[in-house]
């Protein structure tokens, strides 16, 4: 078992994803409607691994409708063996409180299976129901964007964002999506492009417009006198 994530409704549900060890990877299910004191018995599977692997699982459920859940995940295959499917960032939903899920829906494909370049992705619901899901794509060193105004049915790709540095490029990582009560996007993660060392920093931008333009970043940590790193915001 690794790589838990949970949100807590309004109305106090709590639902909870995680990967699984078992059949290779798959990404599990499971919900209290007691405020915790209780979960079900049986864990329902999202989506299964079989020859290949799912990791990261992010969760969140709409704001104003706690009976739709979303969970988002990455789906890969890191050796010389290819098999016939697409890997990438995945996303499944439930319109009835995590007790059916979705069809798996491809969001990003990743560049080839041999080597993983999505990794962190993060989801969250704005109060008028639009889904956005962020991630950090390695290949492109840059935190990538996708949006749903229509319950998840499709997606649109957003501009992403580069890194602080343009002169240094190196990853960014570890994005954190939420959305406030008035509509605003807040979006933080690691960027290793500030300092000269290879040391990330956090760095948080908000976007108004619903995620199309975004303030200039703002660092977080910016003491550079002393030898750190920062990650996962």
Same mark, same amino acid.
């Given at each position: 078992?690794?790589?838990?994530? $949970?949100?807590?409704?309004?109305?106090?549900?709590?639902?909870?994803? &995680?990967? @699984?060890? /078992?059949?290779?990877?798959?990404?599990?299910?499971?919900?209290?409607?007691? /405020?915790?004191?209780?979960?079900?018995?049986?864990?329902?599977?999202? !989506?299964?691994?079989?020859?290949?692997?799912?990791?990261?699982?992010?969760?969140?459920? @709409?704001?104003?409708? #706690?009976?739709?859940? =979303? *969970?988002? &995940?990455?789906?890969?295959?890191?050796?010389?063996?290819?098999?016939?499917?697409? =890997?990438?960032?995945?996303?499944?939903?439930?319109?009835?409180?995590?007790?059916? &899920?979705?069809?798996? $829906?491809? *969001?990003?494909?990743?560049?080839?299976?041999?080597?993983?370049?999505?990794? @962190? #992705?993060?989801?969250?619901?704005?109060?008028?129901?639009?889904?956005?899901?962020? &991630?950090?794509?390695?290949?492109?060193?840059?935190?990538?964007?996708? /949006?749903?105004?229509?319950?998840?049915?499709?997606?649109?790709?957003? !501009?992403? *964002?580069? #890194?602080?540095?343009?002169?240094?490029?190196?990853?960014? *990582?570890?994005?954190?999506?939420?959305?406030?009560?008035?509509?605003?996007?807040?979006? $933080?993660?690691?960027? /290793?492009?500030?300092?000269?060392?290879?040391?990330?920093?956090?760095?948080?931008?908000?976007?108004?417009?619903?995620?199309?333009?975004?303030?200039?970043?703002?660092?977080?940590?910016?003491?550079?006198?002393?030898?750190?790193?920062?990650?996962?915001?």
């Amino acid at each position: 078992v690794d790589n838990p994530d $949970m949100v807590v409704t309004q109305n106090g549900s709590i639902y909870v994803t &995680w990967k @699984d060890t /078992r059949n290779n990877g798959s990404i599990y299910f499971d919900k209290s409607t007691d /405020r915790g004191n209780t979960f079900k018995n049986t864990d329902i599977l999202v !989506s299964g691994g079989g020859k290949t692997t799912n990791s990261a699982p992010s969760i969140a459920a @709409d704001p104003n409708n #706690p009976s739709k859940v =979303y *969970i988002t &995940w990455a789906h890969s295959k890191t050796d010389s063996l290819c098999f016939s499917e697409e =890997y990438g960032l995945y996303f499944s939903k439930s319109l009835d409180s995590g007790n059916t &899920w979705s069809q798996k $829906m491809l *969001i990003k494909e990743q560049n080839g299976c041999v080597s993983q370049d999505i990794f @962190d #992705p993060d989801i969250a619901v704005a109060p008028n129901g639009n889904i956005y899901i962020a &991630w950090a794509d390695t290949e492109q060193d840059q935190i990538e964007i996708a /949006r749903s105004t229509d319950g998840g049915q499709s997606f649109a790709h957003l !501009s992403p *964002i580069e #890194p602080f540095n343009q002169s240094n490029k190196e990853n960014l *990582i570890t994005p954190d999506i939420e959305v406030t009560g008035d509509g605003k996007i807040h979006i $933080m993660y690691a960027d /290793r492009s500030i300092t000269q060392n290879d040391k990330a920093s956090i760095v948080h931008k908000v976007s108004s417009d619903s995620g199309n333009t975004f303030t200039s970043p703002s660092i977080l940590d910016n003491d550079f006198s002393v030898d750190k790193a920062s990650f996962n915001p």
